[in-house]
């Protein structure tokens, strides 16, 4: 028998290559997101193993949880604690250093990278403690000198002797390009940019004083890194510092960087399910044709004594067979996606490292695994219906497959199935659950809905193909209505062939609509929100805006009042991990409309340092009222326990749960920059000639920030926003793709099976054209009634799933422009699927398809 | 009743059916009156006798040639030495080895011959779905040879009407659909008058609406020869018609095909190994080896049955 399955996709290569294409590009994505993401993070395990190379013992002050790229760090470590290092006995040498995100600004004095990899001020530590190599010129040895790593300064066009410009917390500074570092042996940290200056022009810029972000410690021969630890440890006072040895920071420092790209692997990986959901609605419907189609052989079989086991068996072996086949392929293919991924990401600002590619046994074992159980799973249905055909049908004159109890029960079913997944939705929607479960309920529900809408399309294929294909029937003539008839002949077979396409239609036109509310609500917001004129921010994301920016910003001619909205996180006890805005009250209520629940603009006056206010989202979750404590850990460990004095609606998202005053955040979150700076004209004042004049004022001292108007503000966000939309398309495109070759490959089938029509009509003067253009409309029905479905369900996701973010001020708009152009562009891969089926079908020779059994 | 007609026409017309009918493209009415028999004697090469009728009834404006009265008909399907090669070298088939003919319009012709005899393969070279490898075919006047494929499909789009073993209907469409389909793939205009008149000679009337499978053999057989009779073709090219019937079934299609020939002047030629079939003929062809070895005009059923023992 499993000869019999080899044999079968021996005969059939053409059909079975076009099956295995989905399980290729699925699997595909899954090896090559395992490679690419094994790659960088044995890229960022090199480079904090070089970066504690010659470090013995680490000591770090002690970091509650992390905080996402902007904002706070912790309590740097005072000059005096390295003097206590010093001290412990056993230390050869210990010395201070500052690594903190800063800015570099290339010749045009914009960030070197305004978005994705981090850049980094250095200052110079010890030889011994160096991790860098300096392979052009020296290391800086005046307070006017910089060092860059190769790759920022080759990439910035830098050369020894230029002038480069930093900037920390403060205003930028100028300094001489002195040498040209490799960190270890590779060109970047990680893809990372590094400025080194000598530690005390570091602490300046960075506006820590004395102090410094870790101290380094090397042990005198004879002492082992874990002992010199533990006589550290104990030196000093356990709550307030880490000590690690060197290679346990660099596996430390490594894991916080894989946490964080968790995301990205997650992220693939379910692009990579979506493509393998739809490859596997491929495979259905291709197994249920072939199956129709082989039913008088399968009954031959039976007939001459085959089990119905032994028929089952040579399906499923042939779909086994096909889907290992397939998964090596994809596996294989895999090598080559992971680089285009990457180069993707690079395209979108996500410069991440990889050197050499990791190949883990998992990696392979995993692709393998999945393909032919994907494959088998898809193929199980009909391979049972295959083992259900009677022997004596290979007696009767019309082959056709059995109908049995499952196909009345189908309906049912369907309906059964699309309200559960309906279910799951709203379950992982309103439920109680959270994160990443809450993300999975969804996911799962809308994969069963997809199944269930899949099986009730046929009733609906009839009706839709009117629709749709009218038009070409008035345009188009007999080919119009043949290819009509055609696409409604098997109404099953169509509707799975366009819900392939569906899956993928729906998901873009979410993307799209999800998008469009959110660039609408970004627009409502600043336009109902906003009582400021301009907006100062960072140009690059993960910098926040230097404090003294904002009195800068103030100083300038026409702008009126300024206000700073600064962002960190909390621990609070009972009540999650609230995000936490700093908020100047004098000013604030200037620039932002507040909707109080329970307050006024008098609560703003008695906020004070003791004072909180919160978002009536997160106050209803958690039952807090006026009046009570909140009991809150700060990323430095400083414990508070503010007074709620108020409660304000969260429709302008700029405010987080808790809002506290930027004062406390800058004492006890030690966030030092701004997030947002907000500001009004004087009356009169042109927004926009204001918005010039400030940018110009400000481009000398701070390079790094960047003044708009709302308008400006709101069209960058939807700027930024397309961009994301844009990597969206990219990866959906796959799982259209393969929806096309879905269409494709039922075409084929389909032409096999029509080959006498088509020789009948040829021989009574139907032009090649003519069959062309036949084949080449159905294909665009089917394709459209897939599109339709998917639009249609896009709709109904996005509603539904943007429910919850209502009350924080969402609102829904449909695009229906570029909805319509997503029906097009459905169209016009229904015309490409069809190129070759339609070429195929053209080329008949009429003599043989008529004589074609 | 109009089946009824039909059939007792079919069966007892041996003597009868030879008389041309002296109507031009007109209607059937009262279908063909048995009389004035003029036992044809029709030979095979040259052009028939003198038959006003024959050139009167121009199935298409300008297909048949002679369109001016008394002129002898030309024939309105010429073959010269035609050759058909399949394979090369040693297992090279010769399935046509120097097939000559004419055909008079308004002529009824029946191919048979034995299995692998070239029967098929002369009327699939004489429609214009298979290229000779040597020889000549001119069908209404146009040589087939220097067509291209577009022109060919052109050319029996509207001069040629086929009827095939199988039916070959489109299952998606209806009986009306199916019999105007030729006319709505060349883009032209329906005759309403005309296909109606089709429907109920053919006995299709109050089935017009079903499907193809909601049909028997001998009515879907019957769609298929209205649909080929629609474009007025200059030529009908029936394979087998009646392979697949059962024999009552076969006796109305013949009889269709037999009043089609005797009511619209339709030029008929048939390819059967089945001797009943080719009885209702006006002329047989018996091919052997791709070769014509018997070429003669019928008068009675027992002709055919001879001539076919004869060739054996």
């Known amino acids: 028998m499993l000869a019999l399955s080899v044999r079968g996709i021996a005969e059939r290569k053409l059909r079975t290559a076009l099956t295995a294409f989905a399980v290729v590009l699925g699997i595909a994505l899954v090896s090559g997101t395992y490679l690419l993401t094994d790659t960088i993070n044995r890229s960022f395990d090199q480079v904090f193993q070089t970066a504690n190379e010659g470090v013995d013992v680490v000591v770090t002050p002690k970091r509650l949880f992390s905080i996402g790229q902007q904002g706070t760090t912790p309590q740097p470590l005072q000059s005096s604690t390295l003097t206590r290092v010093r001290a412990v006995p056993g230390v050869a040498e210990a010395a201070g ?120 410690v090397a042990a005198r021969p004879g002492v082992t890194p874990p002992q010199l630890a533990a006589r550290v440890r104990e030196a000093l006072p356990a709550t307030a510092y880490t000590v690690r040895t060197g290679s346990q920071q660099a596996r430390a420092d490594a894991n916080a960087i894989k946490d964080q790209l968790g995301f990205l692997r997650t992220f693939l990986f379910v692009f990579a399910a979506i493509a393998l959901f739809v ?61 285009g991924l990457q180069a993707l990401f690079r395209a979108f600002g996500a410069d991440l490292p990889s050197s050499g590619t990791v190949i883990e046994a998992r990696t392979v074992i995993v692709s393998l695994l999945v393909g032919p159980l994907v494959t088998l799973a898809a193929a199980l249905g009909p391979a049972l219906r295959a083992s259900r055909v009677a022997p004596v049908s290979a007696l009767s004159q019309a082959a056709s497959p059995p109908s049995g109890r499952a196909a009345r029960r189908r309906t049912p079913l369907a309906g059964a199935l699309a309200a559960v997944g309906v279910a799951l939705m709203c379950l992982g929607l309103f439920g109680s659950t959270s994160g990443g479960s809450a993300a999975g309920l969804i996911g799962a529900g809308a994969a069963v809905v997809f199944i269930g809408v899949g099986l009730l399309a046929s009733h609906i294929v009839r009706p839709l193909a009117l629709v749709v294909g009218l038009p070409l029937q008035w345009l188009r003539g007999v080919s119009g209505r043949l290819a009509r008839e055609n696409a409604t ?38 336009g109902a929100g906003l009582k400021g004129d301009l907006i100062m921010q960072s140009a690059a994301i993960t910098q926040p805006v230097p404090a003294a920016a904002v009195g800068a910003l103030a100083q300038v001619q026409g702008v009126r009042t300024v206000s700073a909205i600064r962002f960190s996180k909390a621990i609070a006890a009972g009540a999650g991990r609230p995000d936490v805005t700093g908020v100047d009250p004098a000013t604030i209520g200037r620039v932002l409309k507040l909707e109080w629940v329970n307050g006024s603009a008098a609560t703003l006056r008695t906020l004070g340092a003791g004072g909180a206010l919160i978002a009536k989202g997160y106050a209803d979750e958690h039952h807090l009222k006026v009046g009570q404590r909140l009991s809150l850990t700060t990323p430095t460990g400083a414990r508070l326990r503010p007074l709620v004095r108020g409660i304000y609606e969260q429709k302008v998202s700029l405010l987080a749960a808790i809002t506290l005053t930027n004062a406390v955040l800058g004492r006890d979150f030690n966030v030092a920059g701004e997030a947002f700076v907000m500001a009004t004209t004087a009356p009169g004042a042109d927004a926009e000639a204001v918005r010039a004049r400030a940018e110009r004022q400000l481009a000398s001292g701070y390079p790094g920030v960047k003044v708009l108007t709302n308008q400006g503000f709101i069209d960058e966000q939807s700027s930024q926003i397309n961009q994301l939309l844009v990597l969206f398309y990219v990866l959906l495109a796959l799982t259209l793709l393969i929806a096309g070759f879905g269409i494709l490959n039922t075409l084929m089938l389909a032409i096999g099976e029509r080959t006498r029509e088509l020789g009948m009509l040829r021989a009574i003067g139907t ?70 089926p339609a070429r195929r079908a053209a080329r008949l020779d009429v003599l043989r398809a008529l004589a074609y059994e | 009743m109009e089946r009824d007609r039909l059939q007792s026409h079919a069966r007892p017309a041996r003597g009868v059916r030879r008389d041309r009918p002296a109507r031009p493209s007109g209607p059937p009415a009262g279908a ?281």
């Open chain 1, 489 to 526: 002949r098997n109404p099953r077979r169509t509707a799975s062939t366009s819900a392939a396409l569906m899956i993928g239609v729906t998901l873009v036109a979410f993307v799209t609509i999800f998008a469009a509310g959110l660039k609408s609500s970004i627009a409502n917001a600043v």
């Open chain 2, 32 to 312: 063909s009156e048995p009389g004035a028999s003029e036992p044809g004697v029709r030979d095979a090469a040259p052009a028939p006798a003198a038959d006003p009728a024959v050139a009167a009834r121009a199935p298409d404006p300008g297909v048949a040639a002679p369109a001016v009265d008394g002129a002898p008909a030309e024939p309105i399907l010429v073959a010269v030495d035609l050759h058909r090669r399949y394979g090369e070298g040693d297992v090279a088939v010769n399935a046509l080895d120097g097939v000559s003919l004419q055909l008079p319009a308004g002529a009824f012709t029946a191919i048979m011959g034995p299995s692998g005899s070239g029967k098929s393969t002369l009327m699939h070279v004489l429609a214009g779905l298979d290229t000779p490898t040597s020889g000549t075919v001119t069908l209404a006047g146009t040589e087939l040879a220097k067509l291209d494929d577009r022109r060919l499909t052109r050319l029996r789009r509207e001069k040629v009407g086929f009827i095939f073993q199988t039916f070959n209907l489109l299952p998606v469409l209806t009986a009306t659909e199916n019999i105007e389909l030729p006319l709505k793939i060349a883009g032209r205009p329906v005759d309403v008058a005309w296909r109606d008149q089709l429907i109920e000679t053919v006995g299709l009337s109050g089935r017009t609406d079903h499907h193809p499978a909601e049909l028997s053999g001998g009515e879907q057989q019957r769609v298929a020869v209205a649909r080929a009779l629609i474009t007025r073709p200059a030529v009908v090219f029936a394979d087998e018609p009646t392979g697949n019937l059962d024999s009552h079934s076969s006796a109305e299609v013949l009889a269709l095909l037999r009043r089609s020939v005797d009511e619209l002047g339709q030029t008929v030629v048939m390819v059967t190994h089945d001797a009943n079939a080719a009885a209702i003929a006006d002329r047989i062809l018996v091919l052997v080896d791709g070769r014509i070895a018997r070429d003669e005009t019928i008068a009675e059923p027992q002709q055919v049955h001879r001539l076919m023992r004869e060739v054996r």
């Open chain 1, 97 to 216: 250093t500052v690594f903190l995100p800063g800015q570099i600004f290339d010749k045009q004095g914009k960030p070197l990278t305004a978005t994705g990899a981090p850049m980094f001020i250095y200052g110079l530590t010890a030889p011994r403690f160096d991790p860098f190599v300096y392979v052009k010129g020296h290391r800086p040895g005046a307070s006017d000198q910089v060092v860059l790593d190769s790759f920022s300064a080759q990439r910035a066009g830098y050369r020894i002797g230029d002038t480069v410009r930093l900037a920390g917390k403060g205003a930028a500074a100028s300094f001489r390009l002195v040498g040209i570092a490799d960190f270890g042996q590779a060109s970047s940290l990680g893809g990372a940019s590094v400025a080194i200056v000598q530690t005390p022009v570091a602490q300046r810029l960075l506006q820590l004083g004395d102090s410094y972000t870790s101290i380094d």
């Open chain 1, 279 to 339: 490859g596997a609605f491929l495979i259905v419907n291709t197994f249920s044709i072939t199956v129709a189609q082989r039913t008088r052989e399968l009954a031959l079989l039976r007939m001459i004594g085959a089990s119905r086991r032994q028929v089952l068996q040579a399906v499923i072996g042939e779909a086994l067979v096909l889907g290992i086949l397939a998964s090596a392929v994809g596996l294989a293919a895999g090598f080559g996606l992971a680089p």
């Open chain 1, 767 to 836: 032009s090649r054209r003519q069959v062309r253009q036949l084949v080449r409309y159905e294909s665009v029905i089917t394709a459209l009634i897939g599109a339709v479905l998917g639009v249609a369900l896009g709709v109904v996701f996005a509603v539904l799933v943007t429910i919850p973010l209502r009350s924080e001020g969402f609102t829904i708009s449909i695009p229906v422009v570029e909805l319509m152009i997503l029906l097009a562009v459905a169209a016009i891969f229904g015309v490409l699927a069809a190129i070759w």
